[in-house]
Antibody, heavy 112, light 112 residues
Framework: EVQLVESGGGLVQPGGSLRLSCAAS????????MNWVRQAPGKGLEWVSY????????YYADSVKGRFTISRDNAKNSLYLEMNSLRAEDTAFYYC?????WGQGTLVTVSS | DVVMTQSPLALPVTLGQPASISCRSS???????????LSWFQQRPGQSPRRLIS???NRDSGVPDRFSGSGSGTDFTLKISRVEAEDVGVYYC?????????FGPGTKVDIK
């Protein structure tokens, strides 16, 4: 069974940092490009970042460029999102996705 | 950035009747490889998004054949031939031809 399981979300103060993880199983993770997508509560979907299967090509949304870093470890079947200088507007559910497969999301709340 | 617009934003439908959602992009979604990168996603209440259609008209595995996608260039349509209760949710189009990737605002489908 294909699974993507995000973790690492929580409550953080403005200006703080969090590291999200996404554990993949049930498919050959190393052959899939990966994405992070977020959704503020009650709002639409926003693409955040992309990393290709080898980790060679990376793209970010302008809203997170310079603050977020995507990475992956194919040996551990894991995707990561390092988030720094967090702002209230970063509050959202964060999903990892291959487009074919999506995780259940992890909630990041940025508030004092 | 490519702006994705959808209409209508809310679509009350009668069970068993057809439904249609329009998606327009501010630029052509034809990539240099000749493919058109327009996908449709469904998000049922309380669930993660799920891709229904990729590259305009390719239905994902397990997607009922009552869902179909069409269009070209900048103008695309998702059709549901006969709406069922399980189709309630929000539908998003997404372009994958230009960085940053962008989603439409979503169309909320519910039953009259």
């Amino acid at each position: 069974e294909v699974q993507l399981v995000e973790s690492g979300g929580g409550l953080v103060q403005p200006g703080g940092s969090l590291r999200l993880s996404c554990a993949a199983s049930g498919f050959t993770f190393a052959t899939y490009d990966m994405n992070w997508v977020r959704q503020a509560p009650g709002k639409g979907l926003e693409w955040v970042s992309y990393i290709d299967r080898s980790g060679s090509y990376i793209y970010y949304a302008d809203s997170v460029k310079g603050r977020f870093t995507i990475s992956r470890d194919n040996a551990k079947n894991s995707l990561y999102l390092e988030m720094n200088s967090l702002r209230a507007e970063d509050t959202a559910f964060y999903y990892c996705a291959t487009w074919d497969y999506w995780g259940q999301g992890t909630l990041v709340t940025v508030s004092s | 950035d490519v702006v994705m617009t959808q209409s209508p934003l809310a679509l009350p439908v009668t069970l068993g009747q057809p439904a249609s959602i329009s998606c327009r992009s501010s630029q052509s979604l034809v990539y240099s490889d000749g493919k058109t990168y327009l996908s449709w996603f469904q998000q049922r209440p309380g669930q993660s998004p799920r891709r229904l259609i990729s590259e305009v008209s390719n239905r994902d595995s397990g997607v009922p054949d009552r869902f179909s996608g069409s269009g070209s260039g900048t103008d695309f349509t998702l059709k549901i031939s006969r709406v069922e209760a399980e189709d309630v949710g929000v539908y998003y189009c997404m372009q994958g031809a230009h960085w940053p990737l962008t989603f439409g605002p979503g169309t909320k489908v519910d039953i009259k």
